[in-house]
């Protein structure tokens, strides 16, 4: 499939989405089902390999990457990705992308302001029953047990979500491939957070460090989200 080089449409970003984020940080949503604008330097070197959805969603992303840094004031750049597929940010910036079917997000901030960010958006629908063990620590699947039983799959896959940001946050600064087990997710219902507790070693983290991040739901979408600023004095 060939992408023509046409204008795409701005997607509104909604209010509860924005909210996830700190104002510093650009946050820009695309329709990955219209059509967009062409692909910078060598972004599109492996899109004849992707099927048709892929392409769509890869170009997706880029385009948001690219309104998230009109956001910041950056002039538009390349957002390669890497050896293992996860981007690679131009200088002096860092962000995170995720996609479903309806939507692409990038969130982004300056490398200066923040050192990890990450972000996650699902489709609000019951987690498939096969993937409850696989993904829930026992302790989160007790909790789902005392939920309510219209909402307990659902509520499975905001585990879902808020544990793919904790691992994207954390993959920039470790590198390292975690089991969903490897994280344990707390979610403050009332509130619209969680928090994500290691409950392993890994890289400069340790066990039991945690994690706090953001969700917001609407009958559509589940969007998860976390940003890691600098230590203090760093």
């Known amino acids: 499939m060939r992408i023509d080089p046409v204008t795409a449409v701005h997607t509104p970003v909604p ?22 604008g062409g692909l910078l ?10 099927v ?15 309104q998230a840094m009109a956001e ?9 990705p890497g050896a293992d597929r996860a981007p690679i940010w131009p200088d002096g910036l ?4 995720s996609h479903d079917t309806a939507v692409c997000i990038c969130a982004m901030g300056r490398s200066d302001d923040v050192r990890s960010i990450g972000v996650d958006v699902e489709g609000n629908t019951p987690l498939d029953g ?24 659902r509520l499975a896959k905001l585990l879902f979500s808020a544990k793919e940001t904790a691992y994207k ?36 983290f340790s066990r039991g460090d945690t994690l706090s991040g ?6 559509d979408l589940i969007f998860t989200a976390m940003c890691l600023r600098p230590a203090a004095g760093a």
């Open 94 to 97: 860092v962000g995170s992308l």
């Open 52 to 66: 048709d959805r892929r392409q769509r969603e890869f170009t997706a992303g880029r385009y948001a990457a690219r």
């Open 41 to 50: 330097g060598r972004e599109g070197r492996d899109l004849n390999r992707m």
């Open 214 to 219: 953001q969700f917001h739901r609407d009958d």
């Open 130 to 153: 096969d993937l409850v063990e696989t993904v829930c620590t026992a302790d989160e699947r007790d909790w789902l047990a005392t939920q309510p039983d219209d909402q307990r799959d």
């Open 15 to 36: 209010v509860g989405v924005r909210g996830l984020f700190p104002s510093d940080i650009a946050v820009a949503l695309c329709d990955p089902r219209r059509p967009l």
């Open 169 to 204: 946050t954390q993959y920039p600064l470790t590198r390292a491939l975690l089991d969903y087990h490897d994280i344990a997710v707390s979610p403050d219902l009332s509130l619209g957070g969680f928090r994500a507790t290691f409950r392993i070693d890994v890289g400069e």
């Open 72 to 80: 910041l004031g950056v002039p538009p750049q390349p957002v390669l």
